[in-house]
Structures are given as structure tokens and as C-alpha cells.
DNA sequence: GATGCAGATTGATCTACATCAAACTTTCGG
DNA sequence: CCGAAAGTTTGATGTAGATCAATCTGCATC
């Protein structure tokens, strides 16, 4: 089921130039890159990430043990379902999906990850990743050792706390995930989607009405629980509507609040 | 949207007897009943429960902390969505489903709860709790003040770690519903819920092949993503086909490889 | 700049499940 | 023990979204 590890040609590209396709799926080794160390102090996510509202010494302790980046190449995948889960992962740069399989082989997107979210939390509970994380582009991560973590959590409070809370709000995530998923139409799955990903890059400093999807519509379709014809159809009918326009990957909501008018819509 | 809390009758039924159906849905106030302090090391969910692992000394310990219990009768809420969060809940006797609702008042099961498991996990990252849980028959419930868990979780690595993979086991099941939601068809959904109350009443030592379901054809349906009409037919169609027995809400599964067969099959 | 291929669009048709409807059964308060 | 209400079953019909199919588009590689 695995394929073999392939090294990555370190630091070959600077994220998010036009970095060469590669999408073979290759298992990204953990390696550490020369003195790329987390640098929470200075990163850009520090607001959102895991160390929210640490003082500046426990930013200092935090960084000791937050390991090594590790990039990602389009396709790459983090890590598989089944492999021995030690580290949690947070995202510097670029997204992710994670993806849940049934015994059956059925594959569906189950996150669509972006910077400064935090993933793998569903190893922690049976010892081994329960889903796949694939780099949706070029992406790059810190390495979060989850037993020094959970060392450190010890003395510090608000590691500790932050860490509760982000398991919690995972599972509260989740369950919007599935009232989606059990009651609502096809239109307002999109449009949740939407509106998801809009307040998501304006809390990160990004616009909130155009945004690239990194996901293709078989991707978005599998984790709104549609089929890839049924979301290409709404993108369309969306944009005759003047809802939004598309231009294949790219989006521009044209009338959020219509778009959030039509959630809770009947037929 | 909340109704005024309505004070229980402190014990005045033994849980599991015929208790008089109250159903309206009352508040269940934290009572403390007379000396009906947690005592973990008699419990017998002892094994299941949150102090997994723990040593003699520990336990004692955890069991200071771990309040009062509270009664509750069929239909009684436990929390309401929106409530400030401050206690995590074991349950000790009878069953709870959770449900979240949408902003436009839809509402969906979201959990099945029973003896052993921990409920009130989504409250932590908003300090507010993002359902609501409902008793499915005469339950009782263990409160744990989540501050003091913390604390006390800063001491005792192993009741840490237990929290840990509690809150990170939900993210799992919650991966596993939404692959259910998203991508099986109606018969499919069925068998894997049955099969998975087979699976938990094995491990607590009940049957796993004869149980009673504790929820209505509507709440099973809204579980499931699906219409009552449609988990009853498919009950009828199970039960013509020899794989299950039904009466009401009395199931014994005749042939539970048959059931585990039948989930990830074409039409 | 040509070529190949993954991804996207759009149309025609099918179907699993929803919806509407009516009868039946169980539960429970009085 | 009766009557109302809640829950369940079963049938007839409707429809949202799936499936099948054909064409189109963009972009990566040579």
C-alpha cells in the first residue's frame, strides 16, 4: 500500500513559485533542512497556530521542541492511514487535504487544510494516523513531536489548554461537517463550502471574496458528499445566477450574503 | 430558546425501572444528591471510562475531583447548544444522543452515547457547548469541572494522555460518520450502525447480537442522513432477508457477517 | 509550439431515496 | 381500561442528484 520513501532534492524551490508537478504521490521523508527551524516568534501564523497567547519565554521553550520543517511537493502525501502516528503537524505554508478510507477502498476527503491549522490530531487517540494528508500544493510544515508536547503542556498551562482546544474545535468542525452531509441539498453544500473557505482566508489576512481552490471538483465533490458533475453544474449555475464567477480554479464571490441567504433554503 | 430550568424529584426512581415518561424536554438541573459522589474505583465502566490505566492512588485522587452525579429522566437535556460550558459528563447508566443544529433551526443527531463514554468534548474550544444532549431513557451521568481535570491532568501523565485520546477518538468516530454520510448508500448506512452498537454493547459485556435501540426511526433516520420512511423500510427489507429480527425497537442480528458483507457493495 | 492528458463542462437518462398519504401499533396519561 | 398522541409500517409517486457519454480546456512535457 505504501510507496517507497523518495527523497525530496531539499529546498529545491521556494514555496509558491511554479514549482515542477510531480504528483506521484511519493511519501515525503521527515527531513530536517539544513537550520529550518520553527521560528514561531516570527512566523506569520503565530496568531493562529498553537502557541496562541504564549508570553515570550514560552514561545522561546515552545520552539526547542518543535522539530524540524518538512516540505511537500505537490501530491506528496505527509503521511498515510495506518502508518505509527508521533507527531502532530502545523501548517507554514500552503494546503492539504486529509482523506479517510473505508475498509472497502472508498476514498473521501475528509479536511481541506490550509496555514496555520494543525493536523494529524486524529492519531493521537489509537497511536496511528487514521487518514491520509496529501500536499494540495507546495506546501511546508512543523514538525510538533506530540510527546514533548505533551511534556511541555505539563508546565505550561496555555500550551496545555490550546491543545485541548484544538482537539475540541476539530470535533466541533466536524460535526457542522456532518450536518452538511446528512441534511442539506447540494446547493447549500457548495455554498457553506464557499463561505467556509471566504471566512477562513479573511481571518488569515487574505481576501475574502477571490481565492484560488487548490482542490480539483472531484476533491470538493467527494468532501461535500456529491459527485464531481453535480459540483461543476452548481459552480456554473451559481455564476448564471450572478452569485459568484468561476474561472476553473479561481473563484469571485460576487454576493456573499445572497450565498448565505440561499443556506436553509427549500427547494 | 431555553426553557426555564424545572427542578427533579431528587431520586425517585431507580434508574432502569418503569420511571414515568416525562418527555417535555425539562432542564436537567446539577443536583447533587445526597453522598452519590463519583466513586471510580467500584464503577463498572471503570475499564472504558476516562481513568483507564489509572493506579489505585490515582484514582483516588481523580475521584476527589470528579464532582456529583446528576439524574436524568428520558427526554431531560443535560446541555442545551449555546450554554457556557464548564464540565465534561461520563455516562454511568442509560444512553444520551447529542444533536447540532444550523442556523436555520434544522437539527441533527450527532452522537448515540452510552455507558462508558464521555460526552461534552466540543465544549472546550469555545468554552460553549455546540449541541445539545438529550437522555434517551433514565441516565446518569458523572460531572467532571473540566478546570479541574486540567489541573489535575498536569500531575498525572496517564489521565493527561487519556484526555487526550478521548478527545482525539471522537475526531475518529466523527471521520468515520462523515465517510458514512458521504459516500454509502441507505442499506449500507444501516448496517454499519448497527454493527458499530454491536460492537460497543459487546465491549461493555452486554449482546452484541440482541439490543434495544433507543432512539425512533426519525432520530435514527436524522443519525444517518436519512428519512424515517426509509429506515423502516429498510429494517422490513433486513428482516425479509433474514439478516436481522425486529420488533419495535428490539433487534437481534441473525446474521451479522452477512451485514458486514453487505457494506461496501455496489446496489 | 505541438501533443497528450488530467480535469472541467454540459447534455440525456436513470434511480435511490424523499415526499405524500393512509392505516396500523404502541405508549401513556387520565 | 379508554382515548389521544406518538411512533411505525407500507404503498404510490416525485425528484435531486447520480450515472453515462461526449466534448472542451488548460497546462505540463517534450
Tied chains: 1, 2.
Excluded at 12 to 33: E, K, L
Excluded at 34 to 47: I, P, Q
Amino acid at each position: 500500500m505504501t510507496l517507497p520513501a523518495k527523497p525530496i532534492p531539499a529546498a529545491s524551490q521556494p514555496n509558491g513559485s511554479g514549482a515542477s508537478r510531480q504528483g506521484d504521490g511519493a511519501r515525503a521523508p521527515v527531513i530536517s533542512i539544513r537550520d529550518l527551524k520553527a521560528h514561531c516568534s516570527t512566523c506569520s501564523m503565530r496568531e493562529l497556530c498553537l502557541p496562541v497567547g504564549l508570553n515570550a519565554e514560552e514561545l522561546r521553550q515552545v520552539e526547542t521542541v518543535f522539530g524540524n520543517r518538512v516540505k511537500l511537493r505537490k501530491g506528496d502525501s505527509l503521511y498515510r492511514a495506518g502508518e505509527a502516528f508521533s507527531s502532530l503537524y502545523a501548517i507554514r505554508i500552503g494546503s492539504l487535504k486529509t482523506t479517510v478510507l473505508a475498509e472497502d477502498g472508498r476514498e473521501q476527503v475528509s479536511g481541506y487544510h490550509m496555514l496555520g491549522d494543525i493536523i494529524g490530531l486524529d492519531g493521537i487517540g489509537t497511536d496511528h494516523h487514521g487518514c491520509q494528508a496529501v500536499a494540495l500544493e507546495d506546501t511546508e510544515v512543523c514538525v510538533l513531536p506530540f510527546e514533548r508536547l505533551e511534556d511541555l503542556a505539563r508546565n505550561m498551562t496555555a500550551l496545555q489548554h490550546n491543545l485541548y482546544q484544538f482537539l475540541s474545535r476539530e470535533i466541533s468542525r466536524d460535526h457542522h461537517i456532518m450536518l452538511l452531509l446528512g441534511s442539506m441539498r447540494a446547493e447549500e453544500r457548495l455554498a457553506v463550502f464557499l463561505l467556509n473557505l471566504s471566512d477562513r482566508y479573511r481571518r488569515r489576512g487574505y481576501s475574502s471574496t477571490e481565492f484560488v481552490l487548490r482542490m480539483t471538483r472531484e476533491e470538493i465533490g467527494s468532501y461535500l458528499g456529491l459527485k464531481l458533475e453535480t459540483v461543476s453544474r452548481l459552480f456554473s449555475r451559481f455564476q448564471e445566477t450572478g452569485l459568484i464567477q468561476v474561472q476553473g480554479r479561481a473563484v469571485k464571490l460576487l454576493d456573499p450574503a445572497a450565498l448565505k441567504q440561499l443556506v436553509g433554503q427549500r427547494s
